[in-house]
């Protein structure tokens, strides 16, 4: 920091980013002077941009879904019109945008008089000194809870044409006939069906395949119903695009095209460290872009400031980056009492249709870490609430060793994975052995656990 640099103000605390971040500050907090700089919306990307708004759209579709696919079961009925304009009010009007003016609100608002906030971006000038806006701050502790934000590939960035990320989709003023997605992870798939069933024609361009990660036997399932339902062009990525009158057509590596309405870039994130001059405050960045903190939190090479959520850690989700926030809440209130960042055995869903969820090792990530491996899948058209749904394609899948009882890995593809899988994170959690699990306890028939217990039931010892 220049010798002439005139700090205007300074602080126990300042807090770089309103997702996870802003819930630090407690009542244990009230006797610190702190600083809150948020320069876009409050309430972060989960809240504006990402888990909630999504969801908020996943469930109108899942019915749409349902109608369409409800003849299996002995009924006509259809989704006669999509109010596009009626949803995206519901969930941005009417909830969504009041909740974030609201944070905003109190935290600027008497009931929190030891807080400011900034709303400018914050850029390090020196060791835990920003500079947001005309202001110059300084603390004793920083936290950066910065996030991250949408990845546009080069070639796409610099054509020119309109690009939609999840920033911006959720809130078109029409609902598209037709939408090309680029990319095959959380967002793409997401919003795939979010569309799809809505009555948008949708196409997707993935480069490496749909939900790679996955474990094998689930990203297969994936990759084959995905291909029934939507236009999918797996292997391809886009060398060029332009915008007419008809819209926007990309074209493919292989000279195939694709004209749609809407295009959508959902290739993945990128922390926001990279833009806040970081070195000038010594603060040391991972080779992938993340700040680098220790187990702690905290940074590794700047005394009095911690990370947390995207911006440092290495899971992007919100359940993460909350759990990351109670611990660097304790840490900051009990330095003597360091606890360790909670990264084990963190679960994930996704809400396209049907839901995937997973924890733990896949069946290859298992074995080539030498576990004596038993697994089964068990399909959920094998149980009664299975056979109640006419469901033909879901399964559970789950990895478990030999040797010890323990489970090392779940995963689900299918109706209510998201929620089915909570017993396994807690089988986990706990560090209970599977043979224990799958016999002393009820499992109520016919409901769709049945699954799960059969699973259990099927690992071989």
């Known amino acids: 920091m220049s010798a002439d640099l005139k700090v205007d103000k300074?602080?126990?605390?300042?807090?770089?980013?309103?997702?996870?971040?802003?819930s630090i500050p407690g009542p244990e907090f009230d006797d610190k002077s702190i600083a809150i700089v948020e320069k876009g919306t409050f309430g972060g990307t989960c809240l504006n941009v990402g888990c909630i708004p999504t969801k908020m759209f996943v469930h109108p579709a899942d019915i749409a879904l349902a109608a369409r696919e409800s003849g299996q079961l002995g009924l006509s009925s259809q989704v006669y019109r999509v109010d596009w304009p009626a949803i995206v009010s519901r969930i941005f009007d009417q909830r969504i945008d009041l909740i974030a003016e609201g944070g905003e609100a109190y935290r600027r608002g008497p009931e929190t008089?030891?807080?400011d906030v900034y709303d400018q971006h914050a850029r390090f000038v020196g060791e835990r000194t920003i500079r947001t806006g005309d202001s110059v701050i300084s603390a004793d502790q920083v936290v950066i809870a910065a996030g991250s934000r949408p990845m546009i590939p080069e070639q796409i960035a610099e054509s020119g044409v309109t690009v939609h990320t999840n920033e911006t989709i959720m809130r078109l003023e029409q609902q598209p006939q037709s939408?090309?997605?680029?990319?095959g992870g959380f967002i793409a798939m997401e919003f795939a069906h979010v569309f799809d069933a809505l009555g948008t024609k949708v196409h997707i361009v993935s480069r490496s395949g749909l939900m790679r990660l996955l474990d094998a036997d689930i990203c297969a399932r994936v990759n084959e119903d995905s291909a029934k339902r939507y236009d999918v062009r797996v292997g391809r990525t886009v060398?060029?695009?332009v915008e007419d009158h008809r819209g926007i057509t990309v074209t493919l590596d292989d000279g195939a095209t694709i004209t749609a309405d809407v295009l959508l870039v959902a290739t993945g994130r990128i922390p926001n460290g990279d833009q806040m001059d970081l070195d000038k405050g010594g603060i040391e960045m991972t080779d992938d872009g993340r700040v680098a903190v220790d187990e702690f939190g905290r940074s590794t090479s700047a005394e009095g400031v911690w990370a947390l959520g995207d911006v440092s850690s290495p899971f992007m989700l919100k359940h993460v980056a909350n759990a990351e926030m109670r611990t660097v809440r304790h840490n900051l209130l009990h330095p003597e009492d360091l606890q360790k960042l909670p990264h084990d055995h963190v679960p994930s869903a996704v809400f396209?249709?049907?839901?995937?969820?997973?924890?733990?090792?896949?069946?290859?990530q298992a074995r080539q870490a030498g576990h004596n491996v038993t697994v089964k899948i068990q399909r959920y058209g094998d149980v009664a609430y299975g056979w109640a749904?006419?469901?033909?394609t879901g399964i559970c899948k789950l990895i478990a060793d030999k040797d010890t009882?323990?489970?090392l890995g779940a995963h689900y593809y299918g109706p209510q994975a998201s929620t089915l899988i909570q017993q396994l994170i807690?089988?986990?959690a706990f560090d209970l052995d599977v043979r224990d699990v799958a016999t002393k306890q009820y499992w109520i028939h016919p409901a769709l656990p049945e699954v799960t217990e059969n699973a259990l039931l099927g690992l071989e010892f």
């Open 10 to 22: 300074h602080y126990d605390l300042i807090i770089i980013g309103t997702g996870s971040g802003n």
């Open 113 to 115: 008089p030891n807080i």
């Open 179 to 183: 939408i090309v997605i680029v990319g």
């Open 239 to 241: 060398a060029s695009a």
């Open 352 to 364: 396209t249709n049907p839901q995937i969820a997973t924890v733990g090792m896949t069946e290859r």
């Open 389 to 392: 749904m006419e469901d033909t």
């Open 405 to 407: 009882g323990k489970l």
């Open 426 to 428: 807690t089988v986990m």
